[in-house]
């Protein structure tokens, strides 16, 4: 999963920073999320999920469809 959303960002060129200010979050609390340091909340995996116009499976891993 952690992969998968780093991915997600840097395919649409966006750094850490812009993407946490979009989530409404400051950019070391997101990044723990990229390295697994932290655990992704439901809220901001529906929001990424969103974001990405991808479903939380593939996030999480369950498929490969995006």
């Given at each position: 999963m952690y992969e998968?959303?780093?991915?997600?960002?840097e395919d649409k060129n966006m750094s850490q920073k812009?993407?946490?200010s979009i989530?409404?979050?400051s950019q070391t609390g997101y990044s723990k999320y990229?390295?697994?340091e932290n655990d992704v909340p439901?809220?901001?995996l529906l929001k990424?999920?969103?974001f990405y116009?991808?479903?939380v499976d593939y996030i999480l891993?369950?498929?490969d469809k995006k």
């Open positions: 998968r959303i780093r991915f997600l960002r812009q993407l946490a989530l409404g979050m990229e390295t697994g439901t809220t901001i990424l999920a969103d116009g991808t479903s891993g369950r498929t």
